[in-house]
């Protein structure tokens, strides 16, 4: 698939004010490999091969399992996911689908178990993050493959 058109060739301040999202994220105080998780998730649902590539190598590089890597689509039906962590996908999920889920209350009585408001907020956030870059990614068809993650 031929990229459409190079996003970072234009105006710079959409993708300034999206790296600002980032930087507040990365220090939003939760866990990094768990975040690239969230991103990967999302990116799954919405069928975003770049971002699929980016996250499965930055959660990699953060610690990630290969075994959890690769169960992430069936989260649900397997036992290597934390109570916390599969609420965490649960909110990421409904906030991706909102067209369809609306989050539930449920959902969010699940996420606020885990997690602090402040923390259900960062979720949001990330969820809302990874979504816009999705669909720019797609819109775009940025390649996958393309990625180069920065040193550690």
């Known amino acids: 698939m031929d990229r459409r058109f190079d996003y970072s060739a234009f105006s710079?301040?959409?993708v300034h004010a999206m790296r600002a999202l980032e930087k507040?994220?990365?220090g939003c105080g939760l866990d990094h490999a768990f975040v690239h998780l969230l991103k990967l998730r999302a990116?799954?649902?919405n069928g975003c091969a770049f971002c699929i590539d980016m996250h499965s190598i930055d959660a990699r590089a953060a610690g990630e399992t290969e075994q959890r890597l690769y169960a992430l689509n069936a989260w649900r039906e397997t036992p290597f996911f934390t109570d916390?962590?599969?609420a965490g996908l649960a909110?990421?999920?409904?906030?991706?689908?909102?067209?369809?889920t609306h989050v539930p209350d449920d959902v969010y009585e699940q996420a606020r178990r885990h997690f602090t408001e402040k923390e259900v907020f960062d979720l949001t956030i990330i969820a809302s993050t990874i979504n816009a870059?999705?669909?720019i990614?797609?819109?775009s068809r940025t390649p996958a493959g393309t990625y180069n993650?920065?040193?550690r």
């Open 12 to 14: 710079p301040e959409p």
């Open 24 to 26: 507040y994220i990365t």
């Open 43 to 45: 990116s799954q649902i």
């Open 84 to 86: 916390r962590e599969r």
């Open 91 to 100: 909110w990421i999920e409904a906030v991706t689908l909102l067209a369809d």
């Open 133 to 135: 870059w999705n669909r």
């Open 137 to 139: 990614a797609v819109a």
């Open 149 to 151: 993650a920065s040193p």
